[in-house]
């Protein structure tokens, strides 16, 4: 059973800090790996989907890194700001259909001025 | 514009009663899901269509019906509801296959 964990579950840091977010899940038979970002009372925003294929994705000042032999999966955030505060959560497809998003539990963020 | 919207926001209902949730998206997406977070803020999914028909259910008690008029609308109903159906449901949509998911803003329904 494919089990998906994310530590720290929270995360507090001053404005300007690089970060990593870690996701670790079981069973490395994954399809793809996506990063959401979740805003308090909002749904979720998808961030980076990397397919198991490929070792790594990059938008703006995220990076995502995917080594799929150990079952990790890291979220690099560079020079973080406080609207970059939010609950990050990472999710796994199993299969070639992503129906069968696995999710972690998240990071809660919080960038201080 | 929104993209993918739910609705109502927030839905406060006594033990016993029917309810329903409708989700519409408007960016043509094939696939439409109906996602619970609990409490601890754990997301599962619960069902999945395709062009209007069901692909996943998952383990879900049949209290729970989707329903799917077209391809852009997924509406969950609910019968008979429990305490433990509290929970944020979040409706989604995805173009194909192993593409992003695109969420709705959620809704949180409180069974009293």
């Known amino acids: 059973k494919q089990e998906v964990t994310q530590i720290p579950a929270a995360l507090s840091v001053p404005e300007g800090e690089n970060l990593v977010l870690n996701c670790s899940f079981t069973?490395?038979?994954?399809?793809?790996l996506q990063w959401f970002r979740q805003d308090p009372g909002k749904g979720l925003t998808s961030l980076l989907l990397?397919?198991?294929?490929?070792r790594e994705q990059t938008s703006g000042r995220l990076n995502a890194s995917l080594d799929k032999s150990s079952g990790r999966s890291t979220l690099y955030i560079a020079a973080s700001q406080p609207g970059d505060s939010a609950t990050y959560l990472c999710?796994?497809?199993?299969?070639?259909?992503?129906?069968?998003?696995?999710f972690g539990t998240g990071t809660r963020l919080q960038v201080f001025p | 514009d929104t993209a993918v919207s739910q609705t109502p926001k927030y839905l406060v209902t006594q033990m016993g009663n029917d309810k329903s949730i409708k989700c519409e998206q408007n960016?043509?997406?094939?696939?439409m899901y109906w996602y619970k977070q609990d409490s601890k803020k754990f997301l599962k999914i619960m069902f999945s269509?395709?062009?209007?028909?069901?692909?996943i259910n998952e383990t879900v008690p049949n209290r729970f019906s989707p329903k799917s008029p077209d391809k852009a609308h997924l509406n969950l109903h609910i019968n008979s509801l429990e305490l433990g159906d509290s929970a944020v449901y979040f409706c989604?949509?995805?173009?194909?296959?192993?593409?992003?998911?695109?969420f709705g803003n959620g809704t949180r329904l409180t069974v009293t």
């Open positions: 989604a949509s995805s173009l194909r296959d192993n593409s992003p998911l695109h």
């Open positions: 069973d490395s038979a994954i399809y793809n």
């Open positions: 990397i397919q198991s294929s490929q």
């Open positions: 999710a796994v497809g199993r299969s070639y259909n992503t129906d069968k998003l696995i």
């Open positions: 960016l043509g997406h094939d696939t």
């Open positions: 269509y395709n062009n209007k028909e069901l692909i």
